[in-house]
């Protein structure tokens, strides 16, 4: 179903009565407002559709019942962008199909479990001064980029990355790269993760305070700058 309006504000929820919810423009969620997407549910963009939220957004989907962002079978479309201050939460959601960055975050905040992001033109997270979590999700066939890059890091602004899948990602680029370009870095756990290898380097650590353990380098070995 079509949304009836391109600004969200207060408490919104969508259901799965009105799955597949299509979005062919900008659609902003507003900083007062909080969305709640229910499991199972399906947003389907054109390659006009974007999702700029500036508030909370609250996608939990379930192992059976996924809550898939994606887009018609032969196109791509925008990704999601938070702004300052923005608040998501992700649980059992795939992304899929964009062609910019599947997600832009710029000091705003993102935790991300059992999510999956796929068949993505550029990267799957390009952040700025951001808090990401990211538990057991799973990265593949992402082309042209690095996966996951984070620049401008603060103590405020700590990244995770706990028992994640990075799987097919052939583009010569580091899978995950955190850079700090402040004298106040911020502390970034990379743990228990699994990269797979064929060209290129799976880490790039410039400039962070990084904590790395428990990770497997599958094909090659780890090439880590700091």
């Not at 999601?80 to 992700?90: D, I, N, P, Q, Y």
């Not at 991300?112 to 952040?127: D, F, G, H, P, V």
């Not at 620049?151 to 790269?177: L, Y």
Request: with cysteine.
């Amino acid at each position: 179903a079509p949304l009836p309006t391109n600004l969200i504000e207060g408490e919104t929820r969508w259901t799965l009565d009105q799955s597949p919810i299509m979005i062919d423009d900008t659609v902003i969620v507003s900083q007062s407002a909080v969305l709640t997407i229910d499991p199972d549910v399906q947003i389907r963009f054109t390659p006009q559709g974007k999702l700029i939220i500036r508030g909370q957004v609250k996608a939990i989907g379930k192992p059976d019942q996924p809550i898939v962002f994606s887009s018609d079978p032969t196109a791509f479309w925008g990704g999601l962008t938070l702004e300052t201050g923005a608040e998501v939460t992700l649980d059992h959601v795939i992304i899929e199909r964009t062609t910019d960055n599947a997600i832009s975050i710029d000091k705003a905040s993102l935790t991300a479990s059992n999510t999956t992001w796929r068949e993505l033109r550029r990267r799957a997270i390009q952040a700025t001064g951001a808090s990401v979590t990211l538990q057991d999700c799973r990265f593949q066939h992402i082309e042209l980029s690095s996966v996951i890059t984070i620049t401008n890091q603060r103590q405020t602004d700590p990244t995770t990355i706990v028992r994640c899948h990075f799987v097919g990602n052939d583009f010569g680029s580091p899978i995950v790269e955190l850079i700090g370009e402040t004298t106040e870095k911020a502390s970034s756990l990379l743990l228990d993760n699994e990269f797979q290898i064929r060209t290129g380097p799976a880490l790039r650590l410039l400039g962070a305070r990084s904590f790395v353990s428990g990770n497997r380098f599958i094909h090659k070995s780890v090439s880590a700058t700091r």
